[in-house]
């Protein structure tokens, strides 16, 4: 069985790289695309879910704005099992910060030059909310495009979407991009932060391995 995945907002295939899978699960990763100008979200998601083969059953991970996405490509080609990791089932367990963020639109008037890498403010605040003890923290994010992260968070801040059926949630405790006060997960990772795919990964791939071969 194939398993497509996909990472948190800026991230690649690094914080995850220490889950293990069963021998029976083919792990393929998709990497982030960079948005064409003002593209809508839904042809965004199309363009994530045509590299996916659907002729033959498969699964969809996602990690945090991975969450999100893989959700969005399942209503486009339905997987057999959807897993979020630190993530939300919909727009209703968003956090009053990102609700904000949507109401208002600020994150469409930031302007793209407060993305770049030389913005010390962007990447000190996603220091502080993801994990601020992670000594390598900086080395998951590798998707740097200014536009690609302005308008991912864009995207985050504005999305509406009603809680499907059977989307396994696994949530940390201790995460403050999607507190868990906000939602009803499935698994629950304890004493962990946002990142607890790369800090708790033993527990992590325990559960993965408990939902993929039932």
């Known amino acids: 069985m194939k398993l497509y995945v996909v990472s948190g907002l800026g991230a690649d295939f690094t914080v995850l790289e220490k889950l293990t899978f069963d021998h029976d699960i083919e792990v393929e990763f998709l990497d982030w695309l960079i948005p064409e100008n003002q593209e809508e979200f839904s042809h965004y998601v199309k363009r994530m879910a045509d590299r996916i083969d659907d002729a033959e059953?498969?699964?969809?991970?996602?990690?945090?704005?991975?969450?999100?996405?893989?959700?969005?490509?399942?209503?486009?080609?339905?997987?057999?099992?959807?897993v979020i990791l630190g993530s939300i089932r919909s727009d209703e367990e968003k956090s009053p910060l990102i609700k904000l963020g949507g109401f208002t639109k600020i994150p469409r008037l930031v302007p793209e030059r407060f993305f770049n890498e030389n913005s010390a403010v962007v990447y000190s605040f996603l220091r502080k909310l993801f994990d601020p003890k992670n000594p390598r923290i900086n080395n998951y994010f590798r998707v740097r495009h200014p536009y690609y992260l302005k308008w991912s968070i864009e995207k985050i801040s504005e999305w509406k979407f009603q809680k499907i059926p059977n989307i396994i949630q696994v949530m940390a405790d201790k995460d403050i991009v999607f507190p868990i006060k906000n939602s009803k997960p499935d698994f629950v990772i304890k004493n962990a932060t946002h990142l607890f795919p790369a800090t708790k990964p033993k527990e992590v791939s325990a559960i993965l391995l408990e939902v993929f071969k039932s």
């Open 57 to 82: 059953d498969f699964y969809l991970l996602g990690y945090s704005f991975g969450g999100i996405m893989v959700q969005e490509i399942h209503h486009l080609k339905p997987a057999k099992k959807v």
